[in-house]
């Protein structure tokens, strides 16, 4: 999934910003946030969780779900 | 003639008889010079043949004998009998005036004598002027006299004189200057007041003038007891002095023009104690033979006058300011370069300065002493006209080494590079000056600001000048430490991919800062890698 991610994320790095966390190295947020799988995707905003969605998924799909939670209307 | 001749003398004998007692009683000279008619000194017969022949006649004025003898107008028997009368009667001569002294025309004084000398003893002696006293055939006058011209007229009964003189108050010795008894130094002048103008002055030692009623006796008088005798035409008087060596000034040191500050000392030093030392500035001191004038002395030009018993003198200067250290920079005891400067400053302008070190330059209070210096311990020595001081420093070995990069944001051959860089800094090894610059690879100014102070150099962001990625930069520059040791900068990098750092990579440590206080929504993959 890093092509996807970082395609997304350079794309939209004016509207969020991506970042990732690797699982099997960092257990204290995993076990902290629940994670049960990979790819998680949590989407934070003003410090609080505010969605997650897990699962590979496809760029459009992936940046449809940030959006919809963000609450932007995607543009395209 | 004989018949005449005897009845002229039997004439006589009657008449001498009858006259007898006439004769006795009237022997004034006058009568007895009439009846002489012939003027032989002797009265005779030969008188009577006189007057007998001018009987009846009345005798003219210019005759050359008169035979009037009674003086009667009329030659006549009254005549004849006054000659018989004093027949055989001798006359004698006149008396004559022969000398006089004074001589006339002579000035006296006032109580002066004069002394007429005759050829017999004059006789009815009367003077216009003065008390007469006659011994034998001289005739002394004495005054008062009053004073200014004197026609002294004197008549005795042959005759008269008058005699002129200038008759003058006498002078009294009254004082002397200075008083009698003190001491004199060898050219002194001594000054004599008299009650009137003293005349015929002459005074034992020295040269003497006078001014109306006074004299002024100058030297140079010979040192030891002086008994000066001063003569004038009315007395005589002594006066006693003692004189001694005057006191003559020798040497002055600081000499006379010269530049003096302003508590400095002048010494003079005379031949002889000096006495009565003033002086017109300052304080004066005498010892022996020397005195020493101690200021302080107004700054600017100084005449000093010293006075003394003997003379005086008067000395120029020029009064300066004493000038003081102030400061020195860099502060003793630190280190200096060879080639540093070292600055000191005075209250005023210092005068002969020297240096055991360094070149020497002074600008109004400011003596500036460059070096090189020699490495190692110096202890500089500053002398000026006013003081002495020494410094220690310690100078270093000479700086020949060129600054160096020790650090920076970017170093040469940097890949990678965040081409969002904002700042690009660099250290070096020491303080530099110089310039600084980001260029293109192909040398072309990107147009940051560059800046070099103290031991950094930076280069700023200008907006619309950011970093492309994936480009290669160069930062080129030149500096040069306070040696002058020059560097060149040359650092050459290369910016990262676009992708580079996207997304970011989050830890369990720095979650909370990156996620939680991001100030953008985030989103957080949670992956596993392979």
Known sequence: ?76 | MKKLICSLLTLSLALSVLTAAYTEEETDIDILRAADVNADRMINVLDLVLVAGFLGETPTEDQTVNPDVNGDGTVNILDLVLVASYIGETVRPPVAFVSVDPAVDAEITVNDSITLTFDNLPEDVTVSEGVVTITDNTVSITGPFAPGTLALMITWADGSETLNYTVRQPADFVSAEPEISSELIPDDSITLMFDHPPEDVTVSEGVFTISDNTVTITGPFTPGALALTITWADGSETLNYTVRQAVALETVEPTTGTEITVNDSIILTFDHPPEDVTVSEGVGLTTDNTVTITGPFTPGTLALTITWADGSETLNYTIRQLVAFESIDPTVESQLNVDDTITLTFDNPPKDVTVNEGDMTITDNTVSITGPFTPGTLKLIVTWADGSLEFTYEVAEPDTEAPSITSGTIGDGDEGVDSSSTLIEIEFSEEVNGTIALQTEAGDDVGWVGEVAGNKAKLELVKGKELDPETTYIIAGKVEDTAGNETDISITFVTASAYDGIPIEVTDADFDTVVLASEVPIVVDFYKDG
């Open chain 1, 1 to 76: 999934m890093k092509p996807v991610v970082t395609a997304v994320a350079l794309e939209y790095r004016d509207t969020f910003t991506f970042a990732r966390l690797d699982v099997n190295t960092q257990p204290e947020k995993t076990v902290a946030y629940y994670i049960r799988g990979t790819p998680t995707y949590i989407v934070f905003k003003d410090g609080e969780m505010i969605d997650q969605f897990i699962g590979a998924m496809p760029s459009t799909k992936l940046v449809g779900n940030i959006l919809g939670a963000l609450g932007i209307e995607e543009t395209e």
